[in-house]
Nanobody, 120 residues
């Protein structure tokens, strides 16, 4: 079982930047995939990006390509999401998650979420 704890959320003006962090603990393995999702009020959960824990291969959702960057530091057991050029539409609760490759995210481990608010 993997445990996840997010940090780094907050309030920022449009055009600004934030970096979210996620502490990853517990049993990690070579096929672990870690990722970021977000959910705004009244909307469905949205995939942002994921990264293979071992190889570092990444995938991004269309809405954040070119603005957000996912990374991980295996030595620190940490996952990051660098968010640049933030827009009010990025306001949401952001979650990190971990799952075995090939398994549905709904069957993975999730953090408690961190709020990001972008004002115009």
């Amino acid at each position: 079982q993997v445990q996840l704890v997010e940090s780094g959320g907050g309030s920022v003006q449009a055009g600004g930047s934030l970096r979210l962090s996620c502490s990853v603990s517990g049993r990690t393995f070579s096929t672990l995939v870690t990722g970021w999702f977000r959910q705004a009020p009244g909307k469905e959960r949205e995939f942002i990006a994921d990264i293979m824990w071992t190889s570092g291969g990444t995938m991004y959702g269309d809405s954040v390509k070119g603005r957000f960057t996912i990374s991980r530091d295996n030595a620190k057991n940490a996952l990051y999401l660098q968010m640049n050029n933030l827009e009010p539409e990025d306001t949401a609760v952001y979650y990190c998650a971990a799952v075995r490759h090939g398994t549905s995210w709904s069957q993975g481990s999730w953090g408690q979420g961190t709020q990001v608010t972008v004002s115009s």
